[in-house]
């Protein structure tokens, strides 16, 4: 089972980055796909997540209105659009996908098993 994440970057206030996350090797079926974040000295953050079968998404109040999250299913990877950065939205970025339930979204990252190995996002001002 692999996840491999990318697209992280340095970016100015304002600006845009794309993350994706590609699945691979998964046996079982997965409900969902989604992204988590972790500043310097702080826990990890649930951020955004995208239901595998119906496409349905969640969004934390902190990034709703700036972040897209979308899914190419013959590519098994997810995409993380990330629009009008702010410092803020600096920390090292992990996507995970859900085994666990189809129909909750867990602001816990203690509930998921696979991760992907992260991706540091870094937004200047």
């Known amino acids: 089972v692999q996840l491999q994440a990318c697209g992280g970057g340095l970016v100015q206030v304002g600006g845009s980055l794309r993350l994706s996350c590609a699945a691979s090797?998964?046996?079982?079926?997965?409900?969902?796909v989604g992204w988590f974040r972790q500043a310097p000295g702080k826990g990890r953050e649930a951020v955004s997540c995208?239901?595998?079968?119906?496409?349905?998404?969640y969004y934390s109040d902190s990034v709703k209105s700036r972040f897209n999250i979308s899914k190419d299913n013959a590519k098994n990877t997810v995409y993380l659009q990330m629009n009008s950065l702010k410092p803020e939205d600096t920390a090292v970025y992990y996507c995970?996908?859900?085994?666990?339930?189809?129909?909750?979204?867990?602001?816990?990252?203690?509930?998921?098993?696979?991760w992907g190995q992260g991706t540091q996002v870094t937004v200047s001002s």
């Open positions: 090797g998964f046996t079982t079926d997965y409900y969902a």
């Open positions: 995970y996908a859900d085994t666990v339930s189809s129909s909750a979204w867990y602001s816990d990252p203690n509930v998921y098993e696979y």
């Open positions: 995208i239901n595998n079968r119906d496409g349905s998404t």
